[in-house]
Each structure stands twice: as C-alpha cells, then as structure tokens.
C-alpha cells in the first residue's frame, strides 16, 4: 500500500532534489576562462586590472617622472649586470666541471689499466707457481726413484736436468 506523502516530506525531498541538481549544473557549464585567456591583448595583469575596475595603461614616457625613470633604469641595469655575472659563473662553473669529470674518467681509465696488468700478472705469477710445482713433484719423485734403487728414473732425471 503507497501512502501520499506527507507536506514535511514533500519540502525536505524538494531540498535534497534541489542539492543533487547543483554538481550535475556545476559539471555541464564550461569552465572558467583564466586571466591569460580572456585578455584580449594577451596581458593577464591588464585582464586582471580590469576585472578589478581599473584601466591599465602604459603612460608614454614623457608623462613620466624622470626621476622615476632613471632609477627604474638603473635598477633594471643591475638586473642585467647580476644576470650576466650568474651567467658567466654559471658557464666557469660548466667548464670547471667538465675539466673535472675529464680529469676524472682519466683517472678511472688509468686505474682499470693498473687493474688489467694486475690480473695478467696475477695469472703469470700463478702460472710460474703451477710449472714450479709440477718440477718440483718431478724432482721429487725421481729422488724417490733413486732412494728406491731405480737406476733408470734416476738416471733419466739427472739427463734431464742437467744441461749440455
């Protein structure tokens, strides 16, 4: 069974009908213009200045305050000096860290090198070791033929060893 609805009912889904309406008409208009946008002469702070009721012009400079205009000059001359100087410290500090990084990939190169001929005279110093380890075993085992009486091993390592 579906009842009328009561008049208190009917005024608080009236409200609640009229706040659901409000982010689907916020999100169907188009969006803002910024202040760069509007401005007809692409200058966003005249856009702004006349938003705010004010008219921005630039004066000629004959209707200037010479004053105002040297010191303005002079101020915009130090902007220009200051620049310049970061400049020219930012172009020694490029080269200065090129040298560096050059000097430093030298370095790197030379210390692989070292690194290249220690292990090629780690492998000739192991190589040495295993051939002298080998002559030795040799040598030793043929006094032990000697010891033992074999004339012919004893023999054969004396001949091989001794050289003519």
Not at 20 to 47: C, H, N, R, W, Y
Request: charged fraction near 25%; glycine fraction near 2%.
């Amino acid at each position: 069974m579906i009842t009328a609805p009561r008049p208190h009912h009917t005024a608080a889904l009236a409200a609640v009908m009229s706040l659901l309406t409000v982010p689907v008409m916020a999100q169907t208009q188009p969006p803002a213009l910024t202040a760069a946008q509007s401005a007809p002469d692409g200058d966003p702070v005249a856009e702004l200045l006349r938003r705010q009721g004010e008219r921005y012009r630039r004066a000629p400079d004959s209707a200037q305050d010479p004053d105002e205009l040297r010191q303005t000059q002079a101020l915009n001359d130090e902007i220009v000096a200051q620049n310049d100087l970061a400049e020219n410290e930012d172009r020694a500090n490029a080269a200065a860290h090129a040298r560096e990084q050059a000097r430093y990939q030298a370095q790197l190169e030379a210390a692989e090198a070292l690194r290249l001929r220690h292990e090629a005279d780690l492998r000739t110093a192991a190589e040495a070791q295993a051939l002298h380890q080998r002559q030795m075993a040799d040598w030793q085992a043929t006094v032990a033929a000697c010891e033992r009486g074999d004339r012919a091993r004893c023999n054969a390592g004396r001949q091989a060893a001794a050289p003519n």
